[in-house]
């Protein structure tokens, strides 16, 4: 049987040089192509989830994250910044430490999920609650990374979108050929870069014989790509996409209007329904951000805009434990109390409508 090295070894023959000299890894990537049949009953199309909460710290951000310390490492750096609306800082916390480098984390105060919070800690990082949003924060790391010794591991370093690419590689492998479609959240801009760069290197290295739109979709107040303009104060429900300038804006654009894409807005209130059916009837338990690739879909085929048969892949991009108080609420909002009963047989047997 094949044992899974992470993404810099499987994929080495379609990444440069610097990054394989001194590989940090935590056995990211090969992660699930999930088949979806109810999404297909509520689309008409043909619908997979590349289930990215699969990786080692629970998010997409480890291909990246495995690239960027490598890079670093090799360069003989003894510590690390970046700005996050937590899963880039949980990463981070993660590679570092595991190479033996401080990690220092920028993030919006108040604004990230626990369960991210958590993962920094425990990494070791040297997280700051910054009085500001994550826009504010990826200044200051730039300026940071700038004027110290210290390296920059946001997806503005092109190490990092080398990894994430390598999502796209998977898909095709997976499937044989690139699907009509890849939908996917859109925050800071750095995985709809990555995919687009993967599908393109793929196709020309004749692994693909045709590349897949890409379809984005940002959280409706957070939204500045499809407003066209930044946004001062991003709000939404899925922090994880709370952002109001994406750094990699123009590489965006590119990826979808070189392939013939869209990139939309979906409400929090659709981005929650996507995470109910994911968990509900899917089986997949995504943080809200994950869920926003699935609402977009969703809308789009109640539009009548998803062609019926079309094969789409969907990231889901980080993993529900991340933030699961999402789960103990009710569509309008009320508290889920689990209900209480005594041991005994009978009793359970009632409350399950048994007996
Ligand atoms: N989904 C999740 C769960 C994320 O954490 C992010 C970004 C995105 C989607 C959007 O990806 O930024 O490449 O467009 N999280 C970053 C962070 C900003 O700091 O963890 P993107």
């Known amino acids: 049987a094949h044992i899974w090295q992470g993404i810099i070894k499987e994929y080495a023959e379609f990444l440069p040089e610097h990054l394989k000299t001194n590989i940090v890894t935590l056995g990211e990537g090969g992660t699930p192509l999930v088949p979806a049949p109810y999404l297909n009953e509520l689309t008409g199309a043909e619908i997979y989830l590349k289930v990215e909460g699969m990786n080692p710290t629970g998010s997409f951000k480890d291909r990246g994250m495995t690239t960027a310390i490598s890079a670093a490492a090799a360069k003989g750096a003894k510590a690390v910044v970046c700005a996050s609306t937590g899963n880039t800082s949980a990463s981070a916390a993660a590679y570092a430490t595991h190479a033996g480098m401080i990690c220092a984390v920028l993030v919006p105060d108040g604004k990230i999920a626990m369960g991210k919070l958590s993962q920094a800690i425990a990494h070791g990082a040297k997280l700051l609650q910054v009085d500001g949003n994550f826009d504010d924060c990826l200044v200051a790391a730039r300026k940071l990374a700038e004027s110290y010794p210290v390296e920059l591991v946001n997806s503005v370093n092109p190490d990092r979108i080398e990894g994430q690419k390598t999502g796209s590689f998977e898909v095709v492998d997976v499937l044989g050929d690139a699907p009509d479609i890849h939908a996917l959240p859109v925050g800071n801009a750095g995985n709809i870069t990555g995919y687009w760069k993967g599908y393109v ?75 109910r059916i994911l968990s509900a009837k899917v089986g997949v338990f995504v943080e809200p951000a994950s869920a926003a690739g699935v609402a977009g879909v969703l809308k789009r085929a109640q539009a009548g805009l998803v062609p019926a048969g079309a094969k789409i892949v969907i990231t889901v991009t980080g993993h529900g434990l991340k933030d699961p108080a999402w789960a103990l609420r009710t569509e309008d909002g009320a508290e889920v109390q689990p209900q209480k009963v005594t041991a005994d047989v009978m009793s359970i047997a009632q409350a399950l409508g048994l007996a």
Request: proline share 7%; aromatic share 6%; no cysteine.
């Open 201 to 275: 290197e793929y196709e020309a290295a004749g692994k693909a014989t045709r590349r897949p739109q890409m379809w984005g979709f940002q959280a409706e107040g957070a939204s500045p790509i499809v407003a066209g303009h930044p946004f001062d104060e991003p709000e939404t429900i899925a922090t994880a996409i709370r952002i109001g300038n994406p750094a990699s804006w123009d590489k965006a654009l590119e990826a979808r209007d070189t392939s013939g894409g869209v990139i939309e807005a979906v409400t929090d209130e659709e981005i929650l329904a996507a995470h």
